[in-house]
């Protein structure tokens, strides 16, 4: 028997609007991804308690790339032969630029920087316990009404 | 008073491939070294190694490695590691001794031999380790670092693919007849525009390789250099800063920033690396005559040239276009061919940068001379938050 699991466990929510799992400090506030324990790296702070938080699900493109060729072990790849992806770094409106995979389907020239992103979850890799999931950014579509400038 | 320490020798081992163990060419650049400098190695009383992290034990503990490998002379020992910025910090480990008068000869040597391809994290199950995980997770090799940065020149600055193949072109003629260099032969840019995208808009010959190679350093104080009529190349300057909080520019190998929400420093972390090596020295960016920046790509070499101010955000490919970078023009960077001639032997590569210079300031820099230079400055960057930046003098 299988299951849909996330590839790394407590980092995103799943479900329909799926979600980044950041750490709040208690004492100063500041967001943190991935999650962290222990000790505030605010060097003004000497909180050592953090809740859960959920980032914003949107963000704006900081930049951008590809995968050409397939990355080496510990990187598994789900086809064979291997099929390109993009990668997007994302500014959420918590401060925080991260890294994802762009969802199936887009390429490079399907965004550019500042462009809105949104987050995702799609399958990373299949294993023998199952599909196994991880967070990716999707172009949010632009309102059709204007046309974009050359 | 004075912070200076004399550079007494230097020397390297091509780089190249060779498959050999690293020790071999650690011991060939510290004997150049030492040979540059006419120091026997019995007077040495100080050894530091860089670590390498792919060649086993004896990598862990270079300095002793080499020590053995040059004949135990009972010098005292240390070993540095920061990734790419191991040099700047073992040079810093043995500035420190000698300017504290607790030694008075130091060799500082690098030394590497690397696997072919990307470079990947060693074998094993990491989720707690961020070099595992961005690859596990996202696919992220080095490369795709290099060319988030290169893409956010092109959409910010409107640099051009063609301008990161000139940093190629320029390169690759400056390195042309360095004895040291890998790679001796001058590119075209359409060599560089035809050649596969790896990670775009980054080519193939836009991304240094990885090498085999060794770099040595002789340090001694300046007190020591005058006794013995040595060469009259300085340190001023050694910046191993780390970053500022709030992190906010995306370093590899981490998938994420530290957030902005509640106001940024001053200086970006690469900014701050070139600034504190300035303010150590007491010159500024007007006082440099030639660099060594850390070309991992040659969009790289861009931004190093603004993060050193040479000139200002976003101005870079303007030096670039008008030749100011070239040997002959106004701020010659990176006149050993840099990276793009050498590949990255990681240990090596900033000790490689400082042998470069000093070669470039006695006006040994045969065939890539930066007439008359008397300043010059390094830059690179080590994972995990490691500065490196170096200003020598004469």
């Given amino acids: ?150 | 008073m004075s912070h200076d320490v004399a550079i007494a020798g230097v020397g390297m081992h091509p780089w190249g491939k060779w498959g050999k163990n690293f020790v071999e060419y650690g011991v060939v650049a510290a004997r150049a070294a030492l040979a540059d400098a006419g120091i026997p190695w019995a007077d040495v009383d100080l050894i530091v190694g860089g670590e390498t992290v792919r060649n086993g034990y004896g990598g862990y503990v270079a300095g002793a490695t080499f020590a053995q490998a040059l004949g135990w002379n009972g010098a005292r020992v240390a070993t540095s590691y920061a990734a790419c910025a191991t040099g700047a910090q073992a040079l810093d480990t043995a500035r420190a001794r000698i300017l504290a008068g607790l030694s008075e000869v130091a060799l500082v040597v690098g030394a590497d031999t690397t696997p072919k391809g990307f470079l990947a994290p060693n074998a094993g199950e990491r989720y707690d380790d961020p070099d595992w995980l961005r690859f596990r997770l996202l696919g992220m090799t080095n490369p795709a670092y290099f060319a988030l940065y290169a893409r956010r020149r092109m959409d910010l600055y409107g640099a051009t693919s063609e301008d990161f193949a000139q940093v190629k072109v320029k390169n690759a003629k400056h390195g042309l007849s360095n004895p040291n260099a890998r790679y001796r032969k001058e590119v075209a840019a359409h060599d560089v525009l035809s050649s596969a995208i790896v990670a775009d808009p980054l080519h193939l010959l836009d991304i240094c390789a990885t090498s085999d190679g060794a770099a040595a350093v002789i340090l001694c104080s300046v007190e020591y250099a005058r006794k013995h009529g040595l060469s009259d190349v300085r340190i001023k300057a050694i910046s191993t800063v780390t970053p500022t909080f709030p992190n906010t520019v995306i370093d590899m190998p981490l998938m994420s920033t530290e957030s902005s929400a509640g106001g940024v420093p001053e200086f970006t972390f690469k900014q701050s690396i070139g600034q504190a090596a300035y303010e150590e020295a007491g010159i500024g960016p007007d006082d440099v005559d030639v660099a060594e920046v850390y070309d991992l790509s040659t969009a790289l070499e861009l931004d190093w040239i603004e993060d050193l101010q040479l000139c200002k955000q976003g101005e870079a490919e303007q030096l670039l276009r008008a030749g100011d970078t070239t040997i002959g023009g106004r701020i010659p960077v990176n006149p050993s061919g840099g990276l793009a001639c050498f590949g990255e032997a990681v240990p090596a590569q900033a000790l490689a940068q400082v042998c470069e210079l000093t070669w470039q300031l006695r006006g040994q820099a045969a065939g890539r001379q930066v007439e008359g230079a008397r300043v010059g400055i390094t830059a690179n960057q080590g994972l995990f938050g490691h500065g490196s930046s170096v200003i020598v003098a004469r």
């Fill in chain 1, 1 to 150: 028997m299988t299951a849909t699991t996330p590839a790394i466990e407590g980092w995103f929510t799943t479900g329909p609007e799926p979600a980044l799992i950041g750490s709040a400090c208690t004492t100063c506030s500041t967001v943190f991804f991935p999650r962290t324990a222990g000790f505030c790296r605010n060097p003004a702070c000497n909180g050592d308690e953090f809740t859960d938080t959920e980032l914003s699900r949107r963000g704006r493109v900081w930049s951008y790339t590809d995968a050409q060729y397939q990355p080496p072990a510990p990187y598994i790849a789900p086809t064979d032969p291997y099929v390109p992806f993009a990668l997007a770094a994302v500014e959420v409106p918590e401060g925080i630029v991260i890294l994802g995979q762009v969802a199936d389907g887009y390429t490079v020239d399907d965004f550019q920087v500042g462009d809105e992103m949104e987050l995702v979850v799609e399958t990373l890799y299949t294993d023998d316990t199952g599909d196994r999931t991880i967070w990716r950014w999707r172009p949010v579509p632009v309102e059709p009404v204007e046309t974009k400038e050359a």
